[in-house]
């Protein structure tokens, strides 16, 4: 069994990070009745003897003594890192698996990533060694940071580089959570192309999450429940609007319910990684089969039912329709329209009591409707886990290597052109050491270029769809 180590920076990195661990153990705790030190625990866990006091033993098989997250929590203000710690995960965490300081980064990426980065990096290098030490076998990283800030796109951008330098055959993936168009962050622009630079040349996929969508998402999942619609209603401490009834037991925050639905798209992710399956999926098999050209790996995400994130009461998804919801624009965790754009490759990561027949056929029915690249018309790749969610018996998540995301960065260049030709607050930028507009330049550049590809696809959409002729074979 893999093991796979979460790496949460900044405030939204550590608040979604936070959710994850939260509803992870919820979920193993559903299937491990036994309080047993497993493998599907392994992966994210360590098993920690702490009843002699000091670091302790790691335990490897029999009884959960001490359950310790395979984490490593960085951020620039001491906040959320704090709040984390002093609730009721505190115990989950390993205190020398932190890097805080009290100042912040001032939404700024030139100060994560030069001037923090720089700092920290023994820091940061020492802790991924001690994590990476206790991995049997560790097969991926997982960076949760937003492009908003400074801490989250800069140092978030920084820990990705180191991350290359040091454990180079190890898969780094990166949640990246994008500014709305209305954020508050004047600054949000210049971060977030800096860091597109980042990504494009050191992760080896992105799943990018917009907040506009995740609200959009959290809000009809109330109205659908306080209208009543279709006898819906929300069960009292459901994960929706409230975190009892998983360990967290105060007031929920305001943005808990969009963190939910990111902490369930990794759960969803890893499950194969986590649980057995007639058809298990390895993390590594999705970036080599979704990620033809190597710039382009930013993989969008749809999950479906909704409901997975919340105890709420409503009729059952039917699966054909769970695979229908999928690959409509409503469930999409970016403001994305995938059907009307080309697709290079898709996963379908299915948990619960589906059968690889229900994938077959579902896929031939969705076919028609999608628009693949000619050269991989059979792009599908497919994951089947036997353990559904908690409380629920089927759920679907789709990753779509599609052009659809192009509008999101073309979005977000409008938006850092806006400023960069007026030089708007780029004296804050460059009074950091090393920091040069050169960078600025590059940065734009590069995401330019990312748009450019994507173009070249999308021009080859019209073209008229050929299927390539099978082998027949003599009865």
């Known amino acids: 069994m893999t093991q796979s180590v979460v ?14 661990w939260d ?7 559903a299937v491990n009745k036994k309080g047993i030190y497993d493998e599907a625990l392994s992966s994210f866990f360590r098993n920690v003897d702490t009843r ?3 670091d302790g033993a790691d335990i490897h098989k029999g009884k959960i003594f001490s359950l310790k997250a395979r984490a490593l929590l960085i951020d620039m203000e001491e906040g959320v890192v704090n709040e984390i710690l002093q609730g009721p995960l505190r115990d989950v965490f390993d205190s020398k698996q932190l890097i805080t300081d009290v100042s912040g980064s001032g939404n700024n990426w030139a100060v994560g990533h030069k001037l923090y980065g720089y700092q920290y990096r023994e ?6 060694r001690r994590t990476a030490e206790h991995c049997d076998c560790l097969q991926c990283f997982f960076v949760i940071h937003s492009m908003g800030g400074g801490t989250g796109s800069g140092l978030g951008t920084f820990v990705l580089n180191v991350l290359e330098d040091e454990f180079p055959e190890v898969y780094r993936f990166v949640t990246s959570v994008y500014p709305s168009g209305e954020d508050d962050v004047i600054t949000s622009p210049y971060n977030s192309v800096l860091a597109m630079k980042e990504l494009n040349e050191h992760a080896d996929c992105v799943l990018p999450i917009e907040n506009e969508s995740l609200f959009s998402i959290v809000s009809k999942i109330h109205q659908m429940t306080n209208s009543g619609k279709l006898g819906s209603t929300v069960k009292q401490n459901s994960l929706l609007t409230s975190s009892a009834g998983s360990i967290k037991t105060e007031q929920e925050k305001p943005f808990d319910a969009m963190n939910n639905i990111v902490a369930n798209l990794l759960l969803n992710l890893t499950s194969s990684a986590r649980f057995e399956g007639s058809l298990n999926m390895d993390l590594n098999e999705i970036s080599m089969n979704l990620v033809p050209f190597p710039r382009l790996h930013y993989l969008v995400s749809s999950l479906t039912p909704l409901y997975t994130l919340a105890d709420v009461n409503v009729p059952s998804r039917r699966l054909d329709q769970m695979f229908s919801d999928a690959f409509s624009k409503d469930h999409q965790l970016i403001q994305a329209d995938p059907k009307h754009s080309l697709y290079l490759a898709c996963a379908l990561l299915v948990r619960g009591n589906v059968q690889v027949s229900d994938l077959r056929r579902n896929i031939e029915r969705l076919k028609p409707s999608l628009h693949f690249v000619s050269w991989n018309q059979e792009g599908w790749k497919t994951g089947l886990c036997s353990v ?5 018996s089927h759920s679907l998540l789709a990753l779509a290597n599609n052009t659809c995301v192009k509008p999101t960065f073309t979005e977000l260049k409008d938006r850092f052109m806006k400023l960069y030709k007026k030089k708007a607050h780029l004296h804050h930028y460059l009074h950091v050491d090393g920091m040069e507009q050169s960078c600025f330049s590059e940065a734009i550049s590069s995401l330019s270029d990312l748009i450019e590809e994507y173009n070249q696809l999308d021009a080859t959409k019209s073209a008229p769809r050929t299927y390539p002729s099978r082998l027949k074979i003599a009865m």
């Open 52 to 54: 002699n006091g000091g």
């Open 7 to 20: 790496v949460q920076v900044g405030q939204c990195g550590n608040q979604i990070g936070c959710r994850f």
């Open 388 to 392: 559904p969610p908690v409380g629920h």
């Open 123 to 128: 820091h940061i290098v020492e802790k991924l």
């Open 23 to 29: 509803l992870a153990l919820r979920e193993h705790a």
